[in-house]
């Protein structure tokens, strides 16, 4: 039997005998059942800030499953194969070799190369005529009929992407070109000052072409998202339709905005944002997609909406809801024996079971609900359609204060369509300060302009600033890894200019 069988069994078999201690069954799963530790449940949680043991102590580890664990393994033990450094220089020296024997020395004879060798070196001999008077000293290089940019092409040899020499060996003018020919050497260098265009004045040509040279942000013109066709995930044919209902879906399956102060009575905010950064967690550990933990807060929200509950069982709830959306999204969900693993068996397998119906009856199966995840996507597409700062840096780097919008329970009052516009537009100030976060692209996809932001905006950057706190630090530590290009390290300026949030800019 496995040892992901083997701990399964025994994890079953301690909640339906006894909740809090372990069979000794368990110890026996191997190595990694031992070194895992267990999350405790969050039955104690309080508005007092905890010390750092404390917290320590009531949220523990998560245990990677068995199966990640193999799948890690197996790909590191398949390491990459590179290209031999020797290789590589024999290539370049034969690469070189051929340039230059193409357009400054004169051919060889073909006795010397026999045809083994070509096929070997990939060398072609240029066509010279037998008639021709080759001249004792090579002639100036001789441009093309029509400028090309440096690169590669079907009849020029690029080295290092850098220098480009057409095939002019096969160029009837320097063919019979002869030295006392200086008529055609001039009109020949005429032709070439026309086609490449050197400007006397250099610094006017370098100001002119210079890429980090001041522009505006704003964008009068917008640019087309919907224009990739061959990409079927894009869904560029339905792309605004999908928008247009998902905008409308969104007013329908929102949660009330003021269910802590009319309906729970044991539960407040703060115990809301412990819940939602432990839930932050057991995502990032066990390598859920981003939508799965989107998907669980909208429902913990929307059930918390209209059912009373205490704070003994607040976390079975976000177990539950969390049990819901792994099976919605995910392709392989975690098993019940899993959740129940993570709260260190503090339920019983039928309690989660018994909860996850409850939540279902609830929503009355309705399990498809936008969320900021959703809009966040077509709104980064939007942003980087015209803009060439780095893709990476701010699809994260607005991930990252989404993300932050989950734990506030008073940012409920905007619609998540809002929230994504809002992350956009602010990761577009931290990253370009100076610059208008806004154009008009964004404004033709998001539908929104940049003074409906204004409220939304200004949460999220105090929010940024300020951050979580100590006690909730999931999310930062989160995006302060390399894969998320240390996002959560960036610094904000202090205020947001107040014309960036006019309507005239965009």
Not at 5 to 10: C, D, F, L, N, V
Not at 154 to 160: A, C, L, M, R, T
Not at 186 to 197: G, I, K, P, V, Y
Not at 437 to 444: D, E, F, G, I, R
Request: glycine share 2%; charged share 25%; net charge neutral.
């Amino acid at each position: 039997m496995s040892t992901h069988a083997a701990s399964r069994r025994s994890s079953s078999s301690s909640a339906a005998a006894k909740r809090p201690a372990m069979p000794e069954g368990a110890k026996a799963a191997g190595p990694a059942a031992a070194q895992a530790k267990k999350r405790a449940a969050l039955g104690n949680i309080t508005n007092v800030v905890a010390a750092p043991g404390a917290r320590a102590a009531a949220v523990g580890k998560v245990a990677p499953p068995a199966t990640a664990a193999k799948l890690n393994s197996a790909t590191s033990a398949a390491p990459l194969k590179k290209p031999s450094l020797a290789n590589a220089r024999n290539a370049s020296s034969i690469r070189d070799s051929a340039v230059k024997s193409a357009s400054i020395k004169p051919a060889p004879p073909v006795s010397r190369l026999d045809s083994n060798t070509r096929q070997k070196h990939n060398v072609r001999l240029p066509k010279v005529p037998t008639t021709v008077h080759v001249p004792s000293r090579a002639p100036a290089l001789v441009p093309c009929s029509s400028f090309v940019s440096p690169g590669r092409s079907g009849d020029s040899v690029s080295i290092d992407e850098t220098m480009s020499t057409c095939d002019s060996m096969k160029s009837p003018d320097f063919e019979y070109i002869d030295n006392g020919d200086s008529s055609m050497l001039a009109s020949l260098q005429r032709r070439a000052d026309e086609h490449l265009r050197i400007s006397e004045d250099r610094d006017v040509e370098e100001n002119k072409w210079k890429k980090n040279g001041p522009a505006p942000m704003e964008i009068d013109r917008v640019c087309e998202v919907d224009s990739d066709f061959e990409d079927p995930q894009l869904c560029a044919t339905l792309a605004s339709d999908i928008y247009m209902h998902l905008r409308e879906a969104e007013t329908k399956k929102r949660p009330s905005t003021d269910f802590m102060e009319t309906i729970q009575k044991d539960v407040n905010p703060s115990m809301r944002a412990i819940l939602i950064d432990w839930l932050v967690e057991v995502a990032e550990e066990y390598r859920l997609v981003p939508d799965t933990l989107y998907l669980t807060v909208n429902y913990i929200d929307r059930y918390l909406s209209g059912n009373e509950i205490n704070r003994q069982r607040l976390q079975l709830l976000g177990v539950a809801c969390l049990l819901i959306a792994a099976k919605y999204e995910e392709i392989c969900a975690p098993q019940v024996e899993e959740f129940c693993y993570i709260t260190d068996n503090t339920y019983f397998r039928d309690e989660v079971l018994e909860m996850e119906a409850s939540v279902l009856n609830y929503l009355k199966f309705e399990m498809t609900a936008p969320t900021v995840k959703c809009f966040l996507r077509r709104f980064a597409r939007s942003a980087q359609a015209c803009d060439e700062d780095p893709a990476l840096h701010l699809e994260f780097l607005a991930n990252y204060i989404a993300e932050l919008s989950l734990l506030e329970y008073n940012l409920l009052s905007y619609p998540p369509s809002l929230i994504a516009a809002s992350a956009i537009f602010l990761a577009r100030f931290i990253l370009q300060p100076t610059k208008y976060p806004w154009n008009s692209t964004l404004a033709h996809y998001t539908q929104y302009k940049p003074s409906e932001l204004s409220g939304c905006v200004k949460a999220l950057h105090r929010l940024f600033s300020v951050g979580p706190g100590s006690n909730l630090p999931a999310i930062r530590e989160k995006y302060s890894q390399h894969k998320y290009k240390f996002v959560a390290k960036k610094q904000c300026p202090p205020q947001i200019p107040t014309e960036f949030f006019r309507d005239a800019t965009c």
